[in-house]
């Protein structure tokens, strides 16, 4: 089969992609028995991470990241995808937290936290779904209201990746909560030794077992005033702004998933024999496979296209809409064919292909569900 040639790779973002594919097999893939029994990654996985130059690709090398451009921030994350990993929270602690901080942070807040979180001593989170409060951002109901120089935080937050190992979280909360969207606004909440600040249940999921996706809850937590990012009541239109990236990072993720499952389930069929043949051999699966193998291909090429314009400052909200629901549309469809071609052993997860299959329902659904991605496309049109 011809190797596909990605439009926005380089030398160096190909080179990155090979590294980054290596560090997912060795140090994450190795021992997902370990992390789905802890729910959590280690640090010294993050630590890891961080001298290989896989954290904070695209932060300027004065913040102590990698310096490069967004497009080697998703060669690691596609080759998180293709690994079929989805548990370490890589893409949510360099593509959108730090990219919070960079973009709309002050000199201080970025020299403050960037270089920590690029050596990975420093895990970060993003604390938006509530309870209550899921797609629709603009219905958060954690408040920070003023005290002087702080604001005093209290309600909750859940589906928090990275929540109970992170040292820092991005918070939207509402400084004025009689003013809707126009209330919403990000801090940047230090969670090391903060009283009022506990970790409720690390929570037990369908998939990414290995995952650390907890429960977050403030009580009267204080955090600086100079900690927020940005002039209050910005922070709606902050995180509208960065979900479009956010979205591609998810089809990325996907992208490379659904390459990774389409390649073992072929090696898998022409290994497997069944009444005189390899399953491969038989014209039902050869089909399966060739049509599994256009839809990943065509699901890269829209891929390439939406990289490349938003490496260009081009990609609208629209196409990051079609982006994410379409490639976790048919990532889902892809590995759930894929599966039925393992038989048996698709539904053991002993298989790869089966965590791949629990893993990636999510995907569906976090980042704006797909029926919400439909309405921003909709509105476009």
Request: hydrophobic residues 40%; contains cysteine; negative net charge.
């Amino acid at each position: 089969m011809n190797t596909y040639t990605r439009s926005w790779h380089d030398d160096e973002v190909t080179a990155l992609s090979h590294l980054a594919r290596d560090f997912f097999e060795r140090e994450v893939m190795a021992h997902t028995a370990k992390w789905d029994a802890q729910r959590r990654i280690d640090r010294e996985v993050w630590l890891e991470a961080g001298k290989l130059g896989l954290l904070l690709c695209s932060v300027p090398e004065e913040y102590g990241g990698g310096g490069g451009t967004f497009a080697h921030d998703l060669a690691v994350f596609e080759a998180q995808g293709h690994a079929g990993d989805l548990s370490f929270g890589i893409s949510v602690h360099s593509g959108i937290v730090a990219h919070y901080i960079l973009e709309y942070g002050t000199e201080e807040q970025k020299r403050t936290w960037l270089p920590g979180m690029a050596t990975g001593d420093i895990i970060g989170a993003i604390g938006m779904t509530e309870p209550g409060a899921g797609s629709d951002l603009k219905a958060i109901k954690t408040t920070a209201l003023r005290d002087g120089d702080n604001y005093l935080v209290n309600g909750s937050k859940t589906f928090i990746t990275n929540g109970s190992s992170a040292d820092v979280v991005v918070l939207a909360v509402k400084t004025d909560p009689k003013a809707g969207a126009k209330g919403v606004s990000l801090l940047i909440v230090d969670l090391r030794g903060t009283p009022g600040f506990t970790v409720g249940r690390v929570l037990d999921k369908v998939g990414q077992h290995g995952a650390d996706t907890s429960e977050l809850s403030f009580t009267d937590v204080s955090v600086p005033v100079a900690n927020r990012l940005g002039h209050e009541g910005e922070g709606f239109g902050q995180l509208m702004a960065q979900l479009v990236q956010e979205r591609l990072i998810i089809g990325a993720q996907a992208a490379g998933a659904m390459e990774r499952a389409v390649a073992d389930t072929v090696s898998y069929t022409k290994s497997r024999n069944a009444f005189g043949h390899s399953l491969f051999e038989f014209q039902n699966t050869a089909f399966e496979l060739a049509e599994c193998q256009t839809i990943a291909r065509i699901s890269r090429s829209f891929l390439d296209h939406c990289i490349t314009a938003h490496l260009h400052g081009e990609l609208d909200p629209a196409e990051a809409a079609m982006v994410k629901y379409w490639l976790t549309d048919k990532q889902c469809e892809v590995i759930d064919r894929c599966v039925q071609l393992h038989g048996g052993y698709g539904y053991m997860r002993e298989y790869l292909i089966a965590r791949m299959y629990e893993d990636a329902r999510v995907q569906r659904i976090y980042a704006g569900a797909n029926e919400v991605m439909k309405s921003i496309i909709a509105r476009s049109l």
